[in-house]
């Protein structure tokens, strides 16, 4: 069956060291995947996208990476800090039917 | 240019009714996309519209139907309610159909099924 599994439900990190979130994938084959924040009571907002040819994306701190031989995306959020404390979703494209599927999401709490 | 607005904010309904929840998209936004979300859970698609069309459906039962208007607002109607239709339901726009397409999120209405 076709499955998107994130990191452990919580991540604790330190404020200033870098968060690493995980999200693997089977029995998909997507074109792109997409990294969203969503804060408590709030719908998701779009942080990055990469397409499949690209192995690495930037964004000021954030950073994203693919590996489609993996079926792997790993999403870093380097020099922490509290306000980056949310849900991390990601989210690839089914490419049997062009539609979007997320993750059941990651919280990450960057503690002072 | 407005953000993507959802109305009412909160409902409660109980186990038969029906509900009609609304979405305004983005400004220049053609496409619509609902989403439920239940607790501790990812956003669970559930349709999509395009330019007033029905673009695509996830595994929903036909009790959630849909709408698009002219002016590309939209709508999300459920009959027969059930407890497990307790969630908060999103919806999402963007510029265009196609998963490469960034989506902008509402804030969401949270629906409670008694």
């Known amino acids: 069956s076709q499955k998107i599994e994130q990191n452990s439900e919580a991540l604790n990190i330190q404020e200033g060291k870098t968060a690493t979130l995980t999200c693997n994938y089977t029995n998909y084959s997507p074109a792109y995947l997409q990294w969203y924040r969503q804060d408590p009571g709030r719908g998701p907002v779009f942080l990055l996208l990469?397409?499949?040819?690209?192995k690495e994306k930037r964004k000021e701190r954030l950073k994203v990476t693919f590996d489609t031989t993996l079926k792997q995306s790993l999403f870093h959020i380097t020099a922490s800090q509290p306000a980056d404390s949310a849900t991390y979703l990601c989210a690839l494209e089914d490419d049997r039917d062009d539609k979007i599927i997320f993750g059941k999401g990651t919280r990450l709490h960057i503690l002072p | 240019e407005t953000g993507v607005t959802q109305s009412p904010t909160h409902l409660i309904k109980t186990r038969g009714q029906q509900v009609t929840l609304r979405c305004s998209s983005q400004s220049g936004h053609n496409t619509v996309s609902w989403y439920q979300q239940a607790l501790g859970q990812g956003p669970q698609f559930i349709f999509q519209y395009y330019r007033e069309e029905e673009n695509g459906r996830g595994n929903f039962p036909p009790r959630f139907s849909g709408l698009q208007f002219p002016n590309y607002s939209s709508e999300l109607n459920v009959n027969a309610l059930e407890l497990d239709d307790s969630a908060l339901y999103l919806c999402?726009?963007?510029?265009?159909?196609?998963?490469?397409?960034?989506?902008?999120f509402g804030p969401g209405t949270r629906l409670t099924v008694l």
């Open positions: 999402a726009s963007s510029l265009s159909p196609g998963t490469h397409n960034e989506q902008f």
């Open positions: 990469i397409r499949e040819n690209e």
